[in-house]
């Protein structure tokens, strides 16, 4: 295990990259100790690929000196530390190049045509597992309606072998971004399309559907996971794998689910009604008996237990209470939220009966209105991160961050799966006490403003 000094970062991160780099680009064996390391940890997890018989050089210097985006660890580093000197040409020059070396949709096919290069070059299956994390198999269900490559990335830095993955790509994206999906899944055992695929209309049942679909589907290939984790493929970790599992496992089988506030009646007293892909509020008024007592507002970014997916599925209740928001609108923010509260629905009991909001630790998502600071740009009240928030993004104890868009900038994404590749590799000690303590009331204590969180 390597512990870094923060002053350190720089030097810390510039040789994990380079380590990674190496592995992800399967060079041929040599004599760095860089390398061995990383070869070390290679062999102790996949099966021997051949690479003896390969001609040995010197890998580092050769990467160093060919491979012109060593520049981006260093450049990341000073953008987290913050207080290094950042020449916005500089940077803005390293974003163009990222921009012009995106896959389009349709490269996938040719990409996927040999999976085990596929596989072997773009990084998965090379990472440490731990045996905590195969005793703890998590289910992903990502929601996606665009970019082919962002997801992609996405899936390759969250992708573990004994893990599984669902992804619903919308019905109404184009051909071309469903047959890339399918390719790219059709290169591992457990990663999916959804097998029921919806036309998702925005604050519309229909995102429930499309997420309980991907739901379905793991629960009956998949018999261990413990978490689902509902992901939209907007969204990136700040956590490695191994610390997802620790910070879940502090769940003692709970949902993580949030409660910001009452429910704006409007959404649920009128019927809605659907025009040209819309949301449409009628002037009708619902007349059917809700079947919960009370109904409560979260958000949809949740993690939710085995049992109580379960629960979802086949209990006549939450059939009922489905079948009820049919017609309310952003259904999505009600269905688990208020579910959860229920005395009979596993996850409980506990912090979920509050009479209070509080929060989630599933995901940050820096809306509008908050005090959170947004360098990039807001769309529909929230931001979309740019490389100037990578500083207090890694400070962040959330396990995913919302929102990303890869053409707006890809550094800050390239920046976050180095980081988290970084710390997959080399292991930090969690602050564990602090998720014990946000479990317990489900509120953060910031201790002296900003939420320190450690970096590698
Ligand atoms: C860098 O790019 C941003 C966004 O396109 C632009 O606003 C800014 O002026 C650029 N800065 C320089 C120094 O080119
Ligand atoms: C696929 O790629 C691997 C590794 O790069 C190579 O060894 C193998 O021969 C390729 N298979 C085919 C069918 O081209
Ligand atoms: C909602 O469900 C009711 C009862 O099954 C049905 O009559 C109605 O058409 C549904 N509405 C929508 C918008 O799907
Ligand atoms: C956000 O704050 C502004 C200014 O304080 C206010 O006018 C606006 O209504 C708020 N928007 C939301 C969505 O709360
Ligand atoms: C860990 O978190 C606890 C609770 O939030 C805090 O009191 C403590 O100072 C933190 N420890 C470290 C080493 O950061």
């Known amino acids: 295990m390597v512990r870094c000094k923060r002053k350190w970062l720089t030097l810390c991160i510039l040789f994990a990259v380079l380590a990674y780099k190496l592995v992800k680009q399967s060079r041929p064996g040599s004599g760095s100790p860089v390398y061995n390391q990383v070869k070390q940890t290679e062999r102790s997890l996949t099966t021997s690929t ?6 040995p050089d010197n890998a580092a210097a050769a990467y160093a000196s060919n491979n012109p985006s060593q520049e981006i660890p260093m450049m990341c580093a000073n953008l987290i530390k913050g207080d290094g000197i950042i020449h916005e040409e500089i940077v803005n020059k390293t974003i163009n190049r990222l921009t012009s070396t995106l896959v389009a949709d349709r490269g996938f096919a040719t990409l996927t045509k040999n999976c085990t290069r596929f ?9 440490p597992v731990t045996k905590e994390e195969e005793d703890f198999p998590l289910a992903f269900g990502i929601l996606m309606y665009t970019s ?7 899936l390759r830095t969250i992708y573990r072998p004994h893990n599984i993955y669902c992804i619903h790509v919308d019905r109404k994206s184009p051909a071309v971004l469903h047959r890339a999906m399918e390719s790219i899944s059709g290169c591992f055992d457990n990663v999916f399309i959804s097998s029921r695929l919806e036309k998702v209309i925005y604050a519309s049942v229909s995102q429930i559907h499309a997420e309980m679909n991907c739901q379905r589907d793991v629960l009956k290939r998949n018999k261990k996971w413990k978490y689902f984790i509902y992901l939209p493929g907007q969204e990136f970790p700040l956590k490695t794998n191994l610390e997802i599992v620790k910070i879940l496992k502090e769940l003692r089988g709970q949902n993580d689910i949030n ?11 009128y019927r809605h009604t659907f025009v040209n892909g819309l949301i449409r509020r009628t002037s009708i008024r619902k007349t059917e008996i809700c079947p919960l007592k009370t109904i409560k507002k979260g958000t949809v970014h949740t993690s939710l237990s085995r049992e109580f997916v379960e ?5 006549d209740i939450a059939k009922r209470f489905l079948m009820w928001l049919n017609d309310t609108k952003s ?10 509260y229920l005395d009979e629905a596993p996850g409980g009991p ?3 009966k509050l009479e209070r909001p509080f929060n989630a630790l599933s995901r940050i998502t820096a809306w509008y209105n908050h005090s959170t600071p947004c360098h990039g740009q807001y ?5 979309v991160y740019s490389w100037r928030d990578l500083s207090w993004l890694v400070t962040q104890p959330h396990l995913f961050a919302n929102k990303f868009n890869v053409k707006f900038d890809s550094l800050v994404l390239e920046c976050l799966e180095e980081i988290i590749n970084y710390r997959t590799f080399h292991p930090t000690a969690l602050n564990i006490s602090m998720y014990q303590q946000f479990v317990k009331d489900r509120s953060w204590k910031p201790s002296g403003g900003a939420l320190r969180w450690q970096l590698p």
């Open 259 to 269: 409660i910001v506030m009452e429910v704006p009646t409007e959404r649920l007293i």
């Open 350 to 352: 506990g912090p979920v």
């Open 148 to 154: 082919a490559h962002q997801v992609e990335q996405l």
């Open 331 to 340: 259904p999505e923010e009600q269905f688990f939220n208020s579910l959860a």
């Open 311 to 315: 629960f979802l599925h086949n209990s």
């Open 379 to 383: 769309v529909r009240n929230v931001c």
């Open 119 to 127: 596989v072997n070059e773009r990084g998965y299956g090379r990472k």
């Open 50 to 55: 051949g690479d003896a018989k390969e001609k």
